[in-house]
């Protein structure tokens, strides 16, 4: 798969079939649009491309601008473009400027004339260019001007719901990490490095892993204790996460990340991990002594133990 970030990196191939989003999570509606690209790219001998965007369009555009809790990086959508076998991702930088071309003008500079396209294929409810003006019928209708057709799938459910990035989100602020995977079609994950803690959790007997989330603008589920994969350089461990400001002992209410890996006695300062959310334990709450805090995480210890097994017999 190629990757690039400018339309000069771009060969034009005429073959192209196209689909264009921000594709924020890759959930399941999505990977049905964008397996379709492939799918129909394969059949045709041809090329299948994403063009995607960085940053979050909703950053740019939405009134007065404010920060979007992405569920996936720029580098997370790439190996899952990877994974489903794309031939070219086209990561074009999102601006304001960028924002105020009609429809027309960015299909003809973007899609017609640098990365060639024979057929665009969207969900349901694409709407693209200045102010959102582009629908369906305008897809359709600039594809007539330039020769390509447009393919446009329905709604993608699960259990009768319509998938969408926005519902997921939710559910990870909620800490419905169990639904959320079910949306996602994988567990969500956060990327951290190890960094310098205050310590407590080897006083406590429960060492644990600082993390610093890679990006600040990716979502955090909500604060409590989960069961949760780490994948250290290639390799998976299980262990139990809390997120939170550490009630028991700060008053400060700034919030960690915190990980205790299981069967684990490495020093991994400054390594970069990858945690997968498994399920949620309890919420974070406030102990009246240091004691009665380890007592409680021994008891969510051997509760994510007896979780861990589930998972060992039965990953899916």
Do not use: W
């Amino acid at each position: 798969m190629k990757v690039v970030h400018s339309i000069d990196e771009v060969e034009k191939q005429r073959a192209s079939i196209v689909t264009v989003g921000t594709f924020d999570g890759i959930h399941l509606g999505h990977q049905e649009i964008l397996r379709e690209v492939i799918r129909r790219a394969r059949a045709r001998r041809g090329r299948s491309v994403s063009l995607t965007f960085d940053p979050h369009p909703k950053e740019v555009v939405a009134k007065g601008g404010y920060p979007v809790e992405i569920l996936t990086t720029v580098d997370e959508r790439i190996e899952l473009f990877e994974e489903l076998g794309f031939d070219l991702v086209l990561i074009l930088q999102f601006t304001y400027e960028f924002s105020r071309q009609t429809p027309r003008q960015f299909y003809e500079k973007y899609l017609v004339n640098s990365v060639g396209i024979s057929e665009e294929v969207e969900g349901y409810d694409h709407m693209f260019g200045r102010d959102r003006e582009g629908g369906i019928e305008e897809m359709k209708r600039i594809g007539n001007e330039f020769g390509f057709s447009v393919t446009i799938l329905p709604p993608f459910t699960v259990d009768g719901e319509v998938i969408s990035s926005t519902k997921i989100r939710h559910l990870l602020r909620e800490g419905d990490i169990q639904r959320a995977r079910r949306y996602l079609g994988r567990e969500y994950s956060l990327d951290g490095l190890v960094v310098k803690g205050a310590g407590r959790g080897v006083v406590l007997g429960f060492p644990t892993a600082n993390l610093q989330p890679v990006s600040e603008r990716k979502l955090v589920p909500r604060d409590g204790v989960y069961f949760v994969r780490v994948v250290l350089e290639g390799v998976s461990y299980y262990g139990m996460m809390n997120i939170g400001t550490r009630p028991t002992f700060e008053t400060d209410h700034r919030k960690t990340i915190e990980v205790n890996l299981f069967d684990f006695n490495q020093t991994i300062y400054g390594k970069r991990l990858r945690v997968q959310f498994l399920q949620r334990i309890r919420d974070e709450v406030r102990f009246a002594s240091a004691a009665e805090l380890a007592r409680r995480m021994e008891i969510d210890r051997q509760e994510c133990l007896k979780i861990r097994e589930q998972f060992i017999h039965n990953p899916a």
